[in-house]
């Protein structure tokens, strides 16, 4: 092991224990069944890191959820690099959920029948959603079941050596890609890390469209 640190090398050691473990890669179109994994990802700040942890995913064969947002600050579905993802992200075999801002939660072609509401309240955040599965409603949100990433942290510590183990009968885990592509031993500087990519892109972005930056 390397270490339960946020990055890519062991994110793989997480999906090998999955495997090791005997585990299912599902999607939540049914009942949690036993030795389900549903892996979550909430895409709520960043594609590229999206792209790259479905790309890893991709080479072990595991299918995830993905939930992107239509009302992102920070990135737009509608343009070249969000069509891009939307397209890669299935071919890999992931399924495509909407992150959802509440209390709008409106479903279109491009999403499955699935939502997770970005930042919820617990007023709301296991309220059935007419139409749709919400994937923090029973019985996908349950004790014992569930894992997040949330602010790099593990409430109840990393889950590689249970996973491996088989120690849940079936698991929910929740994995925000971003936390996992930038670098930084801190959640603050794994965002300053992700804002440095993100200038790299942008200054790209900009000498493509005939901007002069004066080099």
Same mark, same amino acid.
């Given at each position: 092991?390397?270490?339960?640190?946020?990055? =890519?090398?062991?994110?793989?050691? /997480? %999906?090998?224990?999955? !495997?090791?473990?005997?585990?299912?890669? $599902?999607?939540?179109? &049914? +009942?949690?069944?036993?030795?389900?994994?549903?892996?979550?990802?909430?895409?709520?700040?960043?594609?590229?890191?999206?792209?790259?942890?479905?790309?890893?995913?991709?080479?072990?064969?595991?299918?995830?959820?993905?939930?992107?947002?239509?009302?992102?600050?920070?990135?737009? =579905?509608?343009?070249?690099?969000? /069509? %891009?993802?939307?397209? !890669?992200?299935?071919?890999?075999?992931? $399924?495509?959920?909407? &992150? +959802?801002?509440?209390?709008?939660?409106?479903?279109?072609?491009?999403?499955?029948?699935?939502?997770?509401?970005?930042?919820?309240?617990?007023?709301?955040?296991?309220?059935?959603?007419?139409?749709?599965?919400?994937?923090?409603?029973?019985?996908?949100?349950?004790?014992?079941?569930?894992?997040?990433?949330?602010?790099?942290?593990?409430?109840?510590?990393?889950?590689?050596?249970?996973?491996?183990?088989?120690?849940?009968?079936?698991?929910?885990?929740?994995?925000?890609?971003?936390?996992?592509?930038?670098?930084?031993?801190?959640?603050?500087?794994?965002?300053?890390?992700?804002?440095?990519?993100?200038?790299?892109?942008?200054?790209?972005?900009?000498?493509?469209?005939?901007?002069?930056?004066?080099?």
């Amino acid at each position: 092991m390397t270490g339960c640190r946020f990055d =890519l090398a062991h994110y793989r050691e /997480l %999906l090998e224990a999955a !495997q090791a473990g005997g585990y299912e890669w $599902a999607h939540f179109d &049914h +009942a949690p069944q036993l030795h389900d994994l549903f892996l979550r990802h909430d895409v709520d700040l960043s594609l590229e890191a999206a792209l790259e942890v479905g790309r890893v995913e991709h080479e072990f064969g595991a299918r995830a959820t993905y939930f992107l947002m239509t009302e992102s600050v920070f990135y737009n =579905l509608d343009s070249h690099a969000g /069509l %891009l993802a939307q397209r !890669q992200l299935r071919q890999w075999g992931h $399924a495509v959920g909407l &992150h +959802a801002v509440y209390p709008r939660a409106e479903l279109d072609g491009r999403f499955d029948n699935v939502i997770a509401w970005h930042n919820p309240d617990p007023g709301y955040m296991s309220e059935p959603i007419v139409g749709a599965v919400n994937v923090m409603e029973p019985p996908y949100f349950t004790p014992g079941h569930y894992r997040s990433d949330s602010n790099a942290h593990w409430r109840e510590g990393c889950p590689h050596d249970e996973l491996r183990a088989c120690a849940f009968e079936w698991l929910q885990l929740l994995v925000h890609p971003e936390i996992w592509v930038y670098d930084g031993e801190t959640m603050g500087e794994t965002m300053r890390a992700m804002l440095d990519a993100k200038r790299e892109e942008w200054l790209d972005h900009l000498r493509a469209d005939r901007i002069e930056l004066g080099e």
